[in-house]
């Protein structure tokens, strides 16, 4: 079936270190992205890619980097230039409307 | 600045009953609105969507409504089931940015009794 992969679906950072979450999709899809989800708040973008080898920031994309070399990968990650980690990642695709999400994945630090 | 309010309080019914979720959203006028469920530590699925130019959209025991005047949208779920509980999420399309997005909103956590 298509859809979208994330993975792992929990990860611990100690500090000082850059950790890498995992987004594969199989829809054929040219848009990716990527959102954090905190308790009381709604999803904030923080990067986004129309297209491959094209990305932009999103709302919050300090201390975060991505690449989009593959259509069907969109890693983030996360490095020790973000302070305040711990969320839940969530990767969606789409090719116009709607977007479809992984399942996500929930970062804790150490 | 754009913001998007959904009732941050559990909305507890009964079975059978209808359940109605309000979004209201200022500073901005969308070309449509987005709804969305999310279960616990799982991603959004996509429910419907509603342009400026429908008042309503219907899909099974579904409902959205869509008041650009009120800036506000309304989601029922009729006939609501156990199964319905989840977190509801709606999403206005914003271009300020030059970039159209969604912008979220917190959700309303539904919690449907037998």
């Known amino acids: 079936d298509g859809g979208i992969t994330q993975s792992p679906k929990y990860l611990f950072r100690k500090e000082g270190q850059n950790v890498t979450l995992s987004c594969e999709q199989n829809?054929?899809?040219?848009?990716m992205y990527w959102y954090r989800q905190d308790p009381g708040q709604g999803l904030r973008l923080i990067y986004y890619s129309q297209i491959v080898n094209d990305f932009q920031k999103g709302d919050i994309a300090e201390g975060y980097s991505v690449s989009r070399e593959k259509k069907e990968s969109f890693p983030l990650t996360v490095t020790s230039a973000q302070k305040n980690p711990t969320a839940f990642y969530l990767c969606?695709?789409?090719?116009?409307?709607?977007?479809?999400f992984g399942d996500g994945t929930r970062l804790s630090i150490l | 600045s754009q913001k998007i309010e959904q009732n941050s309080e559990a909305l507890n019914i009964q079975e059978g009953k209808t359940a109605t979720l309000t979004c209201n959203y200022t500073n901005y006028s969308p070309a449509y609105l987005q709804w969305y469920r999310q279960d616990p530590g799982r991603g959004p699925v996509f429910l419907l969507l509603i342009r400026e130019n429908e008042k309503e959209k219907r899909k099974e025991r579904l409902k959205v409504t869509f008041d650009t005047t009120l800036k506000q949208s309304l989601f029922h779920i009729t006939a609501s089931q156990p199964a319905d509980s989840a977190t509801y999420l709606c999403?206005?399309?914003?271009?300020?940015?030059?970039?159209?997005?969604?912008?979220f909103g917190t959700g309303t956590r539904l919690l449907v009794s037998p």
């Open positions: 999403a206005p399309l914003s271009m300020n940015t030059g970039f159209q997005k969604l912008v």
């Open positions: 969606a695709s789409s090719q116009g409307e709607p977007q479809h």
């Open positions: 829809l054929n899809h040219d848009a």
